[in-house]
């Protein structure tokens, strides 16, 4: 009964967020961490929680890696857009159909879109697995593709870093 109610993970979340609200490690804030969050799971259990991923290190570190990439290469793209003379920038809107069901795994898929700059999630439907994104300074539609094809190759490098379950090769799908 206590090993289902107090999990090791919450467990020690919970006495590094007391040491931290001490502000200094010693034994004495340790061990009351512990004894604290021991109290507090046996109180107020957390649920289970079946999370169907499989963390790869490899894999999660090249998705880093190239997320990291992205992050800077935007914010260069969109900073030179802020500043550069000339026509004001062109958006577009378009749909991007998720290959995972998973709807964790959309969301983080969504989350890292929505991360890099000149890209904005507009709409997630995890049924469909259908994901609509404005994306800045696109001004035809091999614009659109390149965004789409970098869409879905983020998608496809977080499918192999988390999925337990990874789906076949990416397809374009609507534009």
């Known amino acids: 009964m206590i090993r289902r109610r107090v999990q090791p993970f919450p467990l020690l ?8 609200l001490w502000g200094n490690v010693s034994w004495a804030n340790v ?4 004894a604290l969050g021991f109290v507090i799971l046996m109180a107020f259990p957390l649920p289970r929680l079946s999370v169907g991923m499989t963390f790869r290190p490899v894999r999660f ?7 990291v ?7 260069v793209a969109v900073a030179w857009l802020a500043v550069r003379p000339g026509r004001p920038a062109n ?6 159909r998720l ?7 959309q969301s983080v898929t969504a989350e890292m879109v929505a991360l890099v700059p000149g890209t904005v999630v507009i709409d997630l439907e995890p049924a ?3 994901m609509t994104v404005h994306a800045l300074d696109v ?11 970098q869409i879905l190759g983020q998608e496809d490098r977080m499918l192999r870093a988390l999925a337990t379950d990874v789906p076949g090769p990416a397809t374009e799908e609507r534009t």
């Open 61 to 67: 570190a090249v998705l880093l890696g190239h997320f």
């Open 139 to 149: 001004h035809d539609l091999d614009g659109a593709r390149r965004i789409h094809r």
């Open 13 to 20: 979340w919970l006495t590094l967020v007391w040491v931290l």
């Open 91 to 96: 958006g577009v809107v378009f749909d991007v």
């Open 99 to 105: 290959r995972g069901r998973d709807e964790l795994l």
């Open 31 to 34: 061990l009351g961490g512990l």
């Open 128 to 130: 469909s697995g259908v």
């Open 69 to 75: 990439v992205d992050l800077v290469r935007a914010s």
